[in-house]
Every structure is written in structure tokens, then in C-alpha cells.
T-cell receptor, first 114, second 112 residues
Framework: KAGVTQTPRYLIKTRGQQVTLSCSPI?????VSWYQQTPGQGLQFLFE???????NKGNFPGRFSGRQFSNSRSEMNVSTLELGDSALYLC?????????????FGPGTRLTVL | AQSVTQLDSQVPVFEEAPVELRCNYS??????LFWYVQYPNQGLQLLLK??????LVESINGFEAEFNKSQTSFHLRKPSVHISDTAEYFC??????????FGTGTRLTVIP
């Protein structure tokens, strides 16, 4: 069974631009969560989608948004990029919603904002 | 609110020596705790978790962690480490909103 895939793996953008990251969960998994990982802040929860609905959201500004499609694939969008948005963005899928279910992580998308 | 603290950002240890990675939590609700491991250039993998029952939980690769309510701790231990254990280890707690709150991570470096 294929694991969680994220595209692209690396991305370089400039301030003010917007970016879309994609995540394909493990087949059969209906929950997708997104995390931002930085050296200073560690792993921070962005949001979780289940059955195309956002069921949970972390403490990030409205520039960060996401969605989930009927095939459970998810996209994350960041608008008006800032230097501080440079990070590794990790996607995780699980069979059911909720952090108590084992989450399977993808390799991440490394975003660099110049 | 739930949170976890990993006091040690880096832990170097010689091969075949024992290791303990510390994790302390704070929670006002039922405590569910997790350890995840991140190998270089990879995503995170679940190592072990405590949801209920026995306070000592074990992973398949020799790690164990003990839930200690009185000390609000969930330290990760291994009696003898291998080079392949070199990785970053994250402790996490389930929040009241049912998402994971991760600690800042501990980088374990096993020295040959």
C-alpha cells in the first residue's frame, strides 16, 4: 500500500506570492491533517479535514487555508507569503478523524520564501 | 489546555549505551500521549502511544515509555541504542480538540 505522498517536495517562492501544496493520503484514509515544522516553533497543527469538511483548526492566520476533495486528497494554500512561512509542511493521514488515531506522515514539502 | 515539554533538545549517546528522552506534559483532561520518530529526510512515524491501561508501553524496536501521572511524565527509554536510532523524537499529547500537540523534539545522536 502506497504511503502518504506530498507534492512538490521543494518549493521556492518570494514574499507576497501564494502557494498551493498537495497531499494524497493512504488509500482508504479519510482524514488529512497538516502541520508546519520550523526549527524555532517545532511542529504546529494547522488543520484537519475529514470527509471534505474542516473539523479542526490550529492557531494560524487566515492566509493559511485548505480543502479536501471527494477522493480524500487535500490541498493547502498560503496566500501573501511572508519570510516566516519558510518551513517544512507535513501532511498526515489517518483512517478516522481525531489525533487518537494513528497518523501516517508524508515526507513533507519544504517551502522557502525569499 | 494540553501541552508537552521536551527539555533536552539534543542527546548524544554512545552505541549500546542506555538512553532516556524526557517528556513532561500538562493536561486538564484525560491524557493520551504519543512518541513519534523522524528519521533524516523523512516524515514522522508513530513509535508508541499511551491511551489507557498499562502505564508501560513498548515499541517493536526496543523503546519503551512509562506514563507517570504523579510526575506528569512520559519519558522514552531504550536499554541499548544502535546507530540506526539516530533521529529526532517528538512527544505529543492529544488536546481537548482532539488534535496532537507536539513537543519541540529531541535530537538523538548515537555515536559509534
Amino acid at each position: 500500500k502506497a504511503g502518504v505522498t506530498q507534492t512538490p517536495r521543494y518549493l521556492i517562492k518570494t514574499r507576497g506570492q501564494q502557494v498551493t501544496l498537495s497531499c494524497s493520503p493512504i488509500s482508504g484514509h479519510r482524514s488529512v491533517s497538516w502541520y508546519q515544522q520550523t526549527p524555532g516553533q517545532g511542529l504546529q497543527f494547522l488543520f484537519e479535514y475529514f470527509s471534505e469538511t474542516q473539523r479542526n483548526k490550529g492557531n494560524f492566520p487566515g492566509r493559511f487555508s485548505g480543502r479536501q476533495f471527494s477522493n480524500s486528497r487535500s490541498e493547502m494554500n498560503v496566500s501573501t507569503l511572508e519570510l516566516g512561512d519558510s518551513a517544512l509542511y507535513l501532511c498526515a493521514s489517518s483512517l478516522l478523524a481525531g489525533g487518537d488515531n494513528e497518523q501516517f506522515f508524508g515526507p513533507g514539502t519544504r517551502l522557502t520564501v525569499l | 489546555a494540553q501541552s508537552v515539554t521536551q527539555l533536552d533538545s539534543q542527546v548524544p549517546v554512545f552505541e549500546e549505551a542506555p538512553v532516556e528522552l524526557r517528556c513532561n506534559y500538562s493536561s486538564s483532561v484525560s491524557v493520551y500521549l504519543f512518541w513519534y520518530v523522524q528519521y533524516p529526510n523523512q516524515g514522522l512515524q508513530l513509535l508508541l502511544k499511551y491511551l489507557s491501561g498499562s502505564t508501560l508501553v513498548e515499541s517493536i524496536n526496543g523503546f519503551e515509555a512509562e506514563f507517570n501521572k504523579s510526575q506528569t511524565s512520559f519519558h522514552l527509554r531504550k536499554p541499548s541504542v544502535h546507530i540506526s536510532d539516530t533521529a529526532e523524537y517528538f512527544c505529543a499529547v492529544l488536546t481537548g480538540a482532539n488534535n496532537l500537540f507536539f513537543g519541540t523534539g529531541t535530537r538523538l545522536t548515537v555515536i559509534p
